[in-house]
């Protein structure tokens, strides 16, 4: 029962390079989102989705970019790395896909992103 | 923005004590829920309580919720060395299309 799998777990990147973070759930959760998590702050929403093909965006989603093309698949793009994105990020999901989307989340184990 | 604000920012205290952390929010909300995070883990949920509900238990854990101070604690009775870990409060808001909101979390240590 693997729930919610991220990857990779660490990564390390110089300022102006992309990458995707891999999120991946096996519980037929209809909602997924990312966040961010930096220190002395509560988790940010950056993206989230509520079904395959559609997307929306959160609190901070400048520099980032979602797609859902499949139910269980979710990926995080960084366009252009910027050591502002220095952060821990984590993908949620949740059976919630109607107002208020605020059902029980399930968390991965985070991705630690450090950019140089 | 922050929703939900937890009081205090940490907390030490012996094995077997209880444990009392809060919670408080700015605006109205449908639920309130509590998630604990140990170091270098994701974050795992720990309970859910409704607008229309005043405690809620589960296991060692009491959550109360006051909508009238729109704040809410939660309890950990005979703490244990694993409840060591950071515990979050999220909330949602209708201005913030019911999204949660977190607070920035109480960091529990149970000393041995």
């Known amino acids: 029962n693997a729930g919610v799998t991220q990857t990779p777990k660490f990564q390390v990147l110089k300022t102006g390079q992309s990458m995707t973070l891999q999120c991946a759930q096996d519980?037929?959760?209809?909602?997924m989102s990312w966040y961010r998590q930096d220190p002395g702050m509560g988790l940010r929403l950056i993206h989230y989705?509520?079904?395959?093909?559609?997307?929306d965006q959160g609190e901070v989603p400048n520099g980032y970019n979602v797609s859902r093309s499949t139910t269980e698949d979710f990926p995080l793009r960084l366009l252009s790395a910027a050591p502002s994105q220095t952060s821990v990020y984590f993908c949620?999901?949740?059976?919630?896909?109607?107002?208020?989307?605020?059902?029980?989340?399930?968390f991965g184990e985070g991705s630690r992103l450090t950019v140089l | 923005s922050q929703q939900g604000e937890e009081d205090p920012q940490a907390l030490s205290i012996q094995e077997g004590e209880n444990a009392t952390m809060n919670c408080s929010y700015k605006t109205s909300i449908n639920n309130l829920q509590w998630y604990r995070q140990n170091s270098g883990r994701g974050l795992v949920h720990l309970i859910l309580?409704?607008?229309n509900e005043r405690e809620k238990h589960s296991g060692r854990l009491r959550v109360t919720l006051d909508t009238s101070k729109k704040s809410s604690s939660l309890l950990i009775t005979a703490s244990r060395a694993a409840d060591t870990a950071s515990y979050f409060c999220a909330t949602d808001a209708a201005d913030s299309n019911y999204q949660l909101i977190w607070g920035a979390g109480t960091k529990l240590i149970i000393k041995p």
């Open positions: 989705s509520v079904g395959a093909g559609i997307t």
């Open positions: 309580i409704r607008s």
């Open positions: 949620a999901s949740s059976y919630s896909r109607s107002l208020p989307y605020t059902g029980e989340l399930f």
């Open positions: 519980m037929n959760h209809e909602y």
